[in-house]
């Protein structure tokens, strides 16, 4: 399988765990593809190293386009929200590829997802308000951008790097979840659904009610705070402190465990009703 990362240096431990989740759970060679404009040549190392070790491809794409003047909405996202738009560009030998946000750990096996045939593929998001926002532009169902099944070949054959850049700059201030947005406007008649195990957006289902559980998510996506963060309100954490135990990183499990709970209770005892995080 192809795994496409669009990350900077700050996901690159974070990364790491991430492909460990992947290689753990689907068997056979797969090629790992980043597309970046901020990764140093020591963690391009180190990622090279940590994937080879497990007998796996990898390789980094520069990302090159003129895009600084993009909106970028939100203090957990970056320019690099932008780059999976221009994937089948930059991997033009690449056919099909499976984009996965750097908060995302893999709990199960993907071979039917990747066997699914389309021009993109993703879930739904757990709010349709957007919806409304961008009726004007004829969306009715919004779509969620953390896990994209993209053929690449087809997107290719669809459009071309300029005239993509140019309709993006076309509709940046209507664009309030950039990339994501964007992609719902552009290819609401293309986008297939798939079903919610395969971007389970964990802290949403423990806070939302009328989020549907998944007893079996395949595909774990950590939308808000994330686990690594000392500053983690949910109860949504052991699976993620899983892969760290069997990367043998159990002093950080142990420490993270502590912080995430005081934190917790911290936000229950000491924060208005108004004002928490849970």
Not at 18 to 26: G, K, V, W
Not at 115 to 141: F, M, W
Not at 160 to 171: G, R
Not at 230 to 259: A, C, E, M, S
Request: proline residues 4%; glycine residues 2%; aromatic residues 14%.
């Amino acid at each position: 399988m192809n795994f496409l990362f669009c990350i900077n240096n700050q996901y690159c431990e974070t990364i790491k765990v991430l492909i460990y989740s992947l290689i753990t759970y689907n068997p056979g060679c797969h090629h790992f593809y980043f597309i970046y404009s901020n990764l140093s040549l020591k963690n391009q190392k180190e990622l090279t190293n940590y994937t080879k070790k497990f007998g796996h491809l990898i390789s980094f794409h520069k990302f090159n386009v003129k895009i600084d003047s993009l909106p970028v909405n939100g203090i957990n996202w970056s320019i690099e929200i932008y780059f999976r738009l221009f994937a089948c560009y930059i991997l033009k030998d690449v056919e099909k590829i499976l984009y996965l946000d750097g908060d995302i750990i893999c709990t199960g096996n993907l071979s039917e997802l990747y066997k699914y045939p389309c021009i993109i593929a993703a879930v739904e998001n757990d709010n349709q308000d957007a919806c409304k926002r961008l009726s004007t532009e004829g969306i009715t169902t919004y779509f969620n951008s953390g896990v994209l099944l993209l053929n690449l070949k087809q997107l290719r054959e669809m459009d071309d790097e300029n005239s993509l850049l140019n309709e993006i700059f076309s509709l940046k201030e209507k664009l309030i979840f950039p990339d994501q947005d964007f992609l719902n406007i552009k290819y609401k008649k293309v986008i297939s659904p798939i079903p919610k195990i395969y971007n389970y957006m964990i802290s949403v289902a423990e806070i939302n009610p009328n989020y549907m559980r998944e007893e079996k998510p395949i595909l774990v996506h950590y939308v808000m705070e994330k686990p690594w963060s000392i500053k983690f309100p949910y109860k949504t954490d052991n699976l993620y402190f899983k892969l760290l135990w069997h990367l043998n990183k159990k002093t950080k499990v142990i420490k993270l465990l502590i912080l995430h709970r005081l934190y917790r209770i911290y936000q229950l005892t000491l924060v208005s009703k108004e004002g928490r995080r849970i």
